[in-house]
């Protein structure tokens, strides 16, 4: 037996991710409530969705790995930019 449309509505209230769910399809909180075949559709479509955030969430680890080392890359750059415009400008003195 299937689940009523409160239940459905319920069940997806009830969703550790229900803002995510919201953002993803573009709906609201009310929108749940008052059509209950978007409950039905996020419970049908829940584990696709599920299985898309912890993707993201993995990814969130490497992406932060990636950005740290091409900020001590930037970093680096910036510095021998620094000492380049540093050299020049002692070496335009000096002549």
Do not use: W
Not at 33 to 49: E, T
């Amino acid at each position: 037996m299937g689940l009523s449309e409160t239940e459905a509505v319920q069940k997806v209230l009830a969703c550790s991710n229900l803002k995510v769910y919201c953002d993803y399809y573009s709906i609201t909180v009310d929108d749940i409530k008052h059509q209950p075949q978007l409950a039905f559709y996020i419970l049908k479509h829940r584990n696709s969705l599920e299985q898309l955030i912890a993707g993201y969430s993995e990814m969130e680890a490497i992406n932060q790995d990636i950005c740290t080392e091409f900020q001590r890359c930037e970093q680096e750059c910036q510095s021998m930019i620094r000492e380049l415009v540093k050299d020049r400008g002692s070496n335009e003195f000096k002549n």
